[in-house]
């Protein structure tokens, strides 16, 4: 049975860091892109970051999280990782991992056929 499992997220202050993981099971993580996703309450679903299983080139959506996150894969623990560092409160939303049967990344929510259950991350002080 094909899963994805996030965990990670918590409540952290402004300039505090997390390392979300995706943990997949029942397929092998690198032969799709994973895209990491995020949702505010009130607000669509957005793109955050992806790594393509081509080449595993990585992708961020605009400049907000450039800089501060970065995606990673472990191919052994068939994992894909989200680290966040110099959080900021609008970085709080519920942060979901997701796969498209495909090789290439896109920041598209409908080209992605399986999504874990999210991980809720919270910047406050």
């Known amino acids: 049975q094909l899963q994805l499992v996030e965990s990670g997220g918590g409540l952290v202050q402004p300039g505090g860091s997390l390392r979300l993981s995706c943990a997949a099971s029942?397929?092998?993580?690198?032969?799709?892109?994973i895209g990491w996703f995020r949702q505010a309450p009130g607000k669509e679903r957005e793109g955050v970051s992806c790594?393509?299983?081509?080449?595993?080139?990585?992708?961020y959506a605009g400049s907000v999280v450039k800089g501060r996150f970065t995606i990673s894969r472990d191919s052994a623990k068939n994992t894909v990782y989200l680290q966040m560092n110099n959080l900021k409160p609008e970085d709080t939303a519920v942060y979901y991992c997701?796969?498209?049967?495909?090789?290439?990344?896109?920041?598209?929510?409908?080209?992605?056929?399986?999504w874990g259950q999210g991980t809720q991350v919270t910047v406050s002080s």
């Open positions: 997701a796969v498209r049967s495909m090789r290439l990344c896109v920041f598209r929510p409908g080209e992605y056929n399986y």
């Open positions: 029942g397929f092998t993580l690198d032969y799709y892109a």
């Open positions: 790594i393509s299983s081509s080449d595993g080139t990585t992708y």
